[in-house]
C-alpha cells in the first residue's frame, strides 16, 4: 500500500487550501484514516482523523477551520484547510490504519505567509 499526499503550498494568513492523499494497492478493512502535522522544532501531532464509521475528531487548534472527509471509491482521504494562520505551517502527513498495519504518505509542506 502507498499513499500520494498532495496539495500543500504556499497561501496567506485567512487563505484556503484543499490536501489530498490517495491510497493505492491492495486495501483490506480501513480502521482509520488521518492527517497529521509536524512543524519545526516541533512534534508531530494528529490534526484530524476520520474512522471507518464515519465519525471525525479535530484537535482544538483546528477546529471549525478544518474539514476531513473521504471518498472511499477513490481510496482518497482529503483535508479542506480555511482561515489558514501562520501557526498551521508545516508538513502535514496522511495516515492509513488497517487492522494488521500503519501506512504513511510522504508529506507535503504547507506554508501560510504574508
Known amino acids: 500500500v502507498q499513499l500520494q499526499a498532495y496539495g500543500g503550498g504556499l497561501v496567506q494568513p485567512g487563505g484556503s487550501l484543499r490536501l489530498s492523499c490517495a491510497a493505492s494497492?491492495?486495501?483490506?478493512?480501513?480502521?482509520?484514516q488521518g492527517w497529521y502535522r509536524q512543524a519545526p522544532g516541533k512534534q508531530r501531532e494528529l490534526v484530524a482523523s476520520?474512522?471507518?464509521?464515519?465519525?471525525?475528531a479535530y484537535v482544538d487548534s483546528v477546529k471549525g477551520r478544518f474539514t476531513i472527509s473521504r471518498d472511499n471509491a477513490k481510496n482518497t482521504v482529503y483535508l479542506q484547510m480555511n482561515s489558514l494562520k501562520p501557526e498551521d505551517t508545516a508538513v502535514y502527513y496522511c495516515?492509513?490504519?488497517?487492522?494488521?498495519?500503519?501506512?504513511w504518505g510522504q508529506g507535503t509542506l504547507v506554508t501560510v505567509s504574508s
Open positions: 494497492g491492495s486495501i483490506f478493512s480501513i480502521d482509520s
Open positions: 476520520i474512522i471507518s464509521g464515519g465519525s471525525t
Open positions: 495516515k492509513l490504519r488497517t487492522a494488521f498495519n500503519v501506512y
